[in-house]
């Protein structure tokens, strides 16, 4: 606590009587004035004040600075001494008091004996120093410091206070006779005083008194426990402080009695002119206006003894006047070059160099420049240019060798032993930099080369297995350690392991010698684990810990240097992608099946039920004979042969699965019908027999073509077998067991086994969906087992998963979220009530249904919600777009509408439910529960704005026009790929008439028909964003009904600018070269409500909707 007060206490001297207490505090406290900060505590006596600091660094900025002045008078500041716990001082005491009288009070205050303390009471006598035998504590002088305010002595109030240790002694000499200076020096210098170094000898005024100072202030304690006698008799000392100096009048008056000359003295306060004081030929310039006095500089104090008083009075006002005029110049320099300054030989040499060019000017370096004083401005000036040429640089290249002698412990001594120099390694790590002065380069340079030779060290390499250094390290440690002549450096890069021994070249070879012998003597056995994960566990914390505990318990070490595990750097497909999986199923029933199950007999009665179904209504018997003849009908079938029965619903079965869905109808009787059906059917197998070879010729081709592409995908077995048997002689794990005996290998391998078993875990997952996984997540379960660094085994539905500790757990999970995308033909199978059909170019606007397989996989994707699919038909890879309703041969790149049928539709007749033909349009009623209708028709409610409550939902058909749907996906095709696959359709609102709605839908929009309503933004049709605008009557009229038709259409915008009434066609592309025209126009390029298009196939109407006013009468004005 002593130390760390001492580092914050500042002593200041020469402060004047007549500046306040906070006046001095403020200063302080103001680091702009004199680099200080917060004050802790401060005390003064007289001139002098002691101030304690918060934080040390703001006492040592007070310090390093000389500048201090408050109120014009020049401050000295210097490090505050230690408290001297040993002495306290009574302050306040009634000068008329005797001193039996402070005697007594001390004794009854301290409760001690009159041997235990002395007194040293002041000149006036309100103080008096109490010398203690017995040092106090800080808690006791605080204690008893209470106790000395509580109590009064001889009326007067006494305050205890601190003092400061002291490094002077006040000495009286015997029979008040005079006392000489150079006899108490060299007596408090000698052994016998007790003393040490003395500083300074001051005579007060008359001679008999004088002050002796030591350079170390713990002296002062041990010559105060000593008497001290001289040949003229003996000298008293006592503790000296300023307040117990006798006053100076008296001393003064005293002195001229005896007529002894006192000395002059002038105080000099900054430490900047105190320095110039020191120069040599600063004190002669000073004096040579009075050359019969002396001058002498002693701490802050300027000496003038000698001659007369009127001359020394004259010589002091010379003087002051002199300091008063110092110059101070200041020069920026670079760090090292202040470094270089402030070593005390370049001081020297420096004050030598100035003194014999006869300039009296001294160098003081700071922090961050060189102050330059002087007498005068053209001598400061002239030391100032002087510098430069006082200073001189040295180089020494280095070699690679010579660099590692700078890392040596006698490099230090080398650089101490320079004469003036300072080196140092220059930035580009190549040579050595110098700063020295004119005359001794020469002298550097050799040293340092002989010095650079002399710490250059001897390098040895002994090289080994990464293993074998660790086993050194952790059970030879101590043999390591105790070879103190030479400097091991372990290397443990990829190319060189061992250790680098440097040092002196004996030492190496014999250290060489025995690291040899040690590695030599180390066995080494190898071990293959084949646990799955085995080097990822090892190479983790937890794997670490458990090799670490066997090379304790059995002073081993292992090799871990041929393990290696990274996790895959990339994310597998099916984890980039969060779409349904679909097991590998058939897209059709195999044809060649189907025609053998099919008899004549069969064909003949499907077609009986079609031209039934076709029959006209006037052909129709009438009503009330319907119940019987739907009875003679239903009657024969009973007496229907087994053999016809199995027949009939085979073929019953494929019509379900393939081509277009029946229509069950009344059997014709007739012999007319039974005639036109044989006829139907002998030109319907003509024809069949005809489009089979064709399809068959394609399906030959198709498999040739598809073989031709699969065969270099496809490995044979055995490259399969040979990949699969180096991918498990790649997961086995290989390391190194380092021990003193063979014999112990076998014991720390088998409990490494051990130990390493019990850390191995064993997940199941059942399933049935692993009976039939597709290739795509097969190879998933092979980057599972990299990833998480586990063995994935499949035993019919089970997938066992076998690693370390919590490793199966996180592969379970990913392989449970697999399974939970795969979509499963079992769950839909039997149970949907809707089919999937496609339409083939071939099949001329005819549906072709899926296969059971395919419908189940798409309706159980539909009714989750998914937006998108991907699924193997017969190997080959698709996607099904259920936003758009598409489905997508990869390979092919070919792309065909679907649709979902259900197979009672409550609201469907016959007619609506038979295929399309050739040239016309089927409009498919939606049913109100469907999530179709659900979705366009919220659509359709969510743009109507303020008609949302006055128009109600009649129907909602979705068209089915497979001709006109193929045009625009070629159109759509065609603008993606010139606007750069962005996205170019939108969903928007076109209302008609109901005359006009049938001609959409049947041919399509056709612009020939613009102009009806308007063509503010050009000659073509218009869509609108939102249904409110094509939902009022102008635009689409009521039906003598009250209904009222709108288009929901999917449209192709594509880039689109501002159109005009006189537009035919959308303008050219502004900067484009090819000339290319804009997709379309609107009516605000920002922040469009209208579309034009003049291109008939940029629109499809999907689904046309009917609606009508709520209430007919209170529908809203047209706008």
């Keep these: 606590m002593a130390a760390a007060a001492a580092a914050t206490a500042v002593a200041v001297l020469g402060v004047p009587s007549d500046v306040a207490d906070e006046l001095l505090v403020f200063y302080f406290e103001n680091r702009r004035r004199s680099g200080g900060g917060p004050v802790q505590s401060w005390r003064r006596r007289g001139g002098r004040a002691t101030l304690t600091f918060e934080r040390p660094e703001d006492a040592q900025r007070v310090l390093s600075r000389s500048d201090h002045a408050l109120q014009g008078v020049q401050l000295t500041v210097q490090p505050a001494a230690p408290r001297d716990y040993g002495k306290v001082l009574l302050q306040g005491l009634n000068p008329q008091s005797s001193l039996e009288l402070v005697e007594l009070f001390v004794e009854h205050l301290l409760d001690c004996e009159r041997d235990a303390y002395s007194i040293c009471r002041s000149p006036a006598g309100d103080q008096a120093l109490v010398q203690l035998q017995v040092v106090l504590s800080h808690p006791e002088f605080l204690a008893l410091a209470d106790r000395v305010q509580s109590r009064l002595l001889d009326g007067a109030s006494l305050v205890l206070d601190w003092v400061e240790q002291t490094d002077s002694i006040l000495v009286r000499g015997p029979h008040d006779s005079q006392l000489q200076p150079e006899v108490l020096t060299l007596y408090f210098e000698s052994r016998r005083s007790g003393g040490g170094r003395v500083q300074a000898v001051r005579l007060l005024p008359g001679g008999m008194l004088a002050v002796v100072s030591f350079q170390d202030r713990t002296v002062v304690d041990r010559v105060l ?70 001058l002498r500089c002693e701490e802050a104090e300027l000496h003038i003894s000698g001659g007369d008083p009127t001359r020394r009075q004259q010589l002091r006002e010379h003087i002051q006047a002199a300091l008063h005029a110092v110059v101070q110049e200041r020069l920026p320099c670079s760090a090292w070059v202040l470094e270089f300054l402030q070593l005390a030989e370049v001081r020297e040499h420096l004050v030598e160099r100035l003194a014999e060019r006869g300039v009296g000017a001294c160098y003081i370096p700071s922090a961050e420049e060189v102050l330059v004083v002087a007498l005068k401005p053209s001598v400061a000036q002239l030391a100032a240019s002087l510098l430069d040429s006082f200073l001189s640089s040295v180089s020494l290249p280095l070699s690679e060798r010579q660099l590692l002698a700078l890392a040596s412990p006698h490099w230090a001594q080398v650089q101490a032993g320079l004469r003036c120099c300072l080196v140092r390694l220059a930035e580009d790590g190549e040579h050595l930099e110098g700063l020295t002065l004119p005359g001794l380069e020469e002298e550097n340079v050799a040293e340092l080369t002989r010095g650079l030779q002399d710490c250059l060290p001897d390098e040895v390499l002994v090289t080994t297995e990464p293993g074998r250094l660790r086993y050194l390290q952790l059970h030879r440690c101590e043999l390591l350690a105790g070879l103190a002549d030479v400097t091991l450096l372990p290397l443990e890069g990829a190319e060189v392991t061992g250790l680098r021994l440097s040092g002196d070249a004996w030492a190496c070879r014999a250290a060489a010698d025995l690291l040899q012998s040690l590695l030599f003597a180390i066995r080494v056995r190898s071990v293959v684990l084949h646990l799955p994960g085995t080097s990822r566990f090892l190479l983790e914390e937890r794997g670490q810990a458990i090799l670490q505990g066997l090379e304790r318990s059995f002073c081993c070490a292992f090799g871990l240097e041929n393990l290696q595990w990274y996790s895959p750097e990339t994310q597998h497909t099916l984890e980039t992608s969060q779409e349904p999986i679909a097991l590998v199923c058939q897209r059709d029933s195999l044809r060649g099946l189907k025609q053998q199950l099919k008899s004549p007999e069969a064909n003949l009665e499907e077609i009986k039920g079609l031209l039934a179904a076709l029959q006209p209504p006037r052909m129709a018997p009438p009503a009330a004979g319907q119940e019987g003849q739907t009875a003679t009908a239903v009657e024969p079938l009973a007496d229907v042969p087994p053999a016809f029965e199995q027949q009939t619903s ?21 012999a007319l019908e039974e005639e036109e059906a044989q006829l139907l059917l002998a030109i319907q197998q003509s024809m069949d027999s005809a489009r089979q070879e064709v399809e068959e010729l394609a399906r030959a081709t198709e498999l040739s073509l598809r073989s031709e592409q699969e065969r270099p995908s496809s490995p ?30 076998e014991a720390v391998v088998q409990e490494l086994e051990r130990a390493l078993g019990m850390q191995v875990r064993e997940e199941t997952v059942q399933n049935e969906a692993l009976l039939s996984l597709p290739a795509l997540c097969l190879d998933y379960l092979a980057y599972l087992e990299r990833k998480h660094a586990v063995s994935i085994k499949l035993a019919g539905p089970v997938a066992t998963v076998l690693g370390f500790l919590d490793y199966p757990v996180a592969a379970t999970r990913d392989l449970a979220l697999l399974l939970a995308r795969l979509l499963h033909v079992g769950v839909a199978m039997g149970g949907g009530d809707a089919r999937w059909v496609r339409w083939e170019p071939s099949e001329q606007g005819f549906p072709t249904p899926y296969s059971a397989q395919a419908s189940a996989l798409l309706e159980q994707a539909w009714c989750r919600g998914h937006k998108r699919m991907e699924v193997f038909f017969d190997g080959r890879p698709f996607a099904v777009d259920f936003e ?52 366009t028709v919220r659509g359709f409610y969510d743009t109507l704005g303020g008609l949302h409550s006055q128009l109600c939902i ?3 058909e979705k068209v089915m026009h497979p001709l006109l749907y193929q045009q625009y996906q070629l159109k759509k095709a065609a603008m993606e790929k010139a606007c750069g696959h962005r996205a170019v359709e939108r969903i928007l609102y076109h209302g008609t008439t109901e005359e006009s709605s049938h001609e959409i839908c049947q041919h399509g929009f056709n612009r020939s028909f613009c102009g009806r309503n308007a063509t503010h933004y050009g000659h073509g049709v218009y869509f609108a964003v939102k249904a409110h605008i094509s939902a009022q009557d102008r635009y689409s009229p009521r039906s003598p009904d009250g209904n009222k038709y709108v288009f929901v259409t999917r449209t192709l915008v594509g880039d689109y600018t501002a159109g005009n009434a006189s537009m035919r066609a959308p303008p050219l592309r502004e900067g484009d070269a090819t000339l290319r025209r804009y997709d379309s126009t609107v009516d605000n390029p920002k922040n469009p409500s209208i579309f034009v298009i003049f291109n008939d196939t940029q629109a499809y109407p999907e689904y046309l909707l009917t609606c009508r006013w709520v209430n007919p009468k209170g529908r809203p004005p047209p706008t």
């Design 225 to 294: 426990k000593q008497p001290h006698q001289l040949p003229v008799g003996n000298l008293k000392v006592s503790p000296h402080y300023d307040f117990l100096e006798p006053p100076e009048a008296a001393a003064e008056l005293q002195a001229a009695g005896a007529g002894v000359a006192l000395p002059t003295t002038l105080p000099v306060a900054e430490a900047a002119t105190r320095r110039l004081l020191q120069s040599t030929g600063v004190l002669q310039e000073l004096g040579a206006s009075a050359p019969e006095c002396i």
């Design 650 to 670: 085979l073929a019953d079965l494929d019509v379900m699965e393939e081509g277009p869905l029946p229509i069950p109808g009344p059997i014709p009787s007739t």
């Design 716 to 745: 044979d077995a055995d490259i399969l077998s040979v990949m699969k048997a180096s991918l498990e002689a790649a997961a086995a794990t290989s390391l190194q067991v380092y021990t003193a005996l063979e014999e112990e290998a």
């Design 884 to 935: 758009r309703m598409e489905e997508y041969d990869v390979g092919n790149g070919r792309t065909l509408p679907i649709g979902r049928t259900e197979l009672q539709p409550p609201l469907a007749s016959p007619a609506l439910l038979d295929p399309p033909a050739e040239g016309e349009v089927k409009l498919l009623p939606l049913a109100e529960d469907s999530a179709e209708f659900q979705m």
């Design 954 to 956: 009649v129907k909602l």
